[in-house]
């Protein structure tokens, strides 16, 4: 994407689904820009909120980097207020490829991301971080393996709250239905590699290009972004609703 991207979030995060978060809150709030102390007149993007909401992990190319694009993170003492201004990661995150697009786990130990960093099995890969506690640092990230990675671009990570199943983007992915499509990762144990990856299905993934998955917390709902027909534009954020963690996914237009 050409120019500034501006990073966003809704007033609304990760409804444990849809037709609760109606019950409960209405509608989704109006977007709002996060503000200075986050944007710049960079590329600021990917973001994804802690689980506690306290903390923000996003990329950007703004000076102060290692490469052409790194993970940042903001932080805050409480929900109700502005983030304070971003850190950079560092160098044992990031390197002077190209980082971005994290995801948090939810109890903030585990650190996943996009990177085209040298040691992967395509231009992009998802990498992984782990740290033994909040108060210690990330340690050096390892890929993710060549289950989960291919001689395509995979990207885009994000875990489930119990850590079991990993989402991501893939290009041009054999088995797929479209140039970009949505995929799924799991493991039997958060110390077991994922294993090989299924397609989220034609409910859910199209001819056209999907990407961006966020799962709610009780794995049930599925925010992502698609240019399919019947939005509002060119790309435009869809949910997807199953009944049980069992079932496959549907769709909708949020």
């Known amino acids: 994407m050409s ?9 609304l995060l990760l409804p444990i689904t849809k037709a609760n978060a109606e019950v409960l809150w209405g509608e989704f709030g109006a977007a709002f820009n996060l503000g200075a102390s986050i944007n710049t007149s960079d590329e600021d993007n990917g973001p994804f909120l802690s689980a506690d909401g306290l903390t923000v992990v996003f990329g950007s190319d703004r000076p102060g980097g290692s490469g052409n694009s790194d993970i940042w993170m903001a932080t805050r003492t409480s929900s109700h207020e502005d983030f304070d201004q971003p850190v950079n990661m560092g160098g044992v995150i990031n390197s002077d490829a190209l980082e971005d697009r994290p995801c948090l786990s939810a109890d903030g130990l585990t650190l996943l991301f996009t990177s085209s960093r040298p040691g992967g099995h395509g231009g992009l890969d998802i990498w992984i971080s782990t740290k033994p506690d909040l108060d210690s640092p990330f340690g050096a990230p390892v890929n993710v393996g060549e289950n989960v990675n291919s001689v395509n671009a995979d990207s885009r990570p994000c875990l489930s709250s119990d850590g079991l199943s ?45 990407g961006g998955a966020c799962v709610t917390p009780d794995g049930l709902g599925l925010i992502f972004n698609s ?22 996914f549907g769709s909708e237009c949020v």
Do not use: C
């Open 3 to 11: 120019g500034k991207q501006v990073l966003m979030l809704m007033g």
């Open 166 to 210: 990993l989402y991501f983007t893939s290009y041009e992915r054999p088995g797929g239905y479209g140039s970009r499509d949505l995929w799924v990762s799991t493991r039997l144990s958060v110390d077991d590699p994922f294993g090989v990856p299924s397609n989220l299905g034609a409910s859910v993934n199209t001819s056209g290009t999907e």
């Open 227 to 248: 240019d399919r027909p019947g939005g509002q534009g060119g790309n435009d954020l869809w949910y997807a609703s199953r009944t049980s963690i069992q079932d496959e």
